[in-house]
């Protein structure tokens, strides 16, 4: 069998300053729209891989903004959430979709078992080795970090309209910063902030923020960005700029 991906194509993970000093662990598991040759775009047409069924719009370019301002590391997916998503669990049906926001995905239709665990060893495993590598590693040199994981979310799903600017996602693990991050995103003028919307951090449960956050009794933050305010460069660093003022009251010195 061939490999998924073949030389001198792009890692499965992509790493921006990863010795950077900052209490701050920064992940991006919806980062970028690359599928790999041998998938030959999973039956998809153009338009379809720039959209967010395909990448969190903006989330990656924000992200890195964000690296570089806090002097953080940050772990990046290297190829689209529609090969697999990296924040669910391997059982989730919804690990590989075959329809997404009412796309079919031809290349996900009908995959056997042997098909699915390809994936899972060649996408999913090894970014999460990594990504327990770099928490780990922040643990060790620091009291208290934090793990942020950056979404993006669509302004119309499912033909309704998503008012919030920002959603800040909970579950009841002690480490959230869910009081903090939402008492400063609130006192922003102009606005509207989702208290676990437009998804609620309870259900499905994301895997990453667990696994990597959770389980390394780091804080976490799960934050979600409506995309059409960061679509553009002009607009990621307006939005990075207003999240370094919210954070920096919460990423220990």
């Known amino acids: 069998m061939e490999p998924m991906i073949k030389p001198l194509q792009p890692p499965v993970y992509d790493i921006h300053n990863e010795n950077g000093k900052a209490p701050l662990l920064i992940g991006c598991d919806h980062a970028d729209n690359r599928i790999p040759e041998s998938l030959s775009n999973l039956g ?61 995905v031809p290349g996900n239709m009908n995959l056997d078992a042997a098909s699915r665990q390809e994936r899972i060893d060649t996408f ?23 793990l942020l994981a950056l979404h ?44 676990n919307k437009p998804y609620t951090g309870h259900s499905p449960q994301g895997y ?20 059409d305010l960061i679509s553009k460069p002009i607009d990621q660093k307006r939005s990075a700029e207003l999240l370094y003022k919210v954070f920096k009251d919460i990423i220990p010195a």
């Open 44 to 104: 998809l047409e153009p338009e379809h891989l720039e959209s967010h069924i395909a990448l969190d719009v903006g989330a990656k370019q924000v992200s890195m903004l964000l690296s570089e301002m806090f002097d953080a590391p940050l772990i990046m997916a290297g190829y689209s959430r529609l090969v697999i998503d990296l924040n669910r669990y391997p059982h989730d049906p919804s690990l590989i979709l075959d329809v997404s926001d009412g796309i079919p």
């Open 124 to 146: 999913f495993d090894p970014y999460h080795r990594k990504y327990d590598e770099m928490a780990r590693d922040i643990m060790e040199r620091h009291d208290a970090p934090l």
């Open 208 to 227: 990453a923020h667990v696994e990597h956050g959770h389980k390394h009794n780091m804080r976490v933050a799960l934050l979600e960005i409506r995309h």
């Open 152 to 195: 993006s979310f669509s302004p119309i799903y499912g033909g309704q309209q998503r008012p919030w600017h920002y959603g800040v996602m909970w579950d009841e693990y002690p480490g959230n910063v869910r009081k903090q991050l939402l008492e400063g995103l609130n006192s922003l003028d102009g606005l509207v902030i989702g208290d």
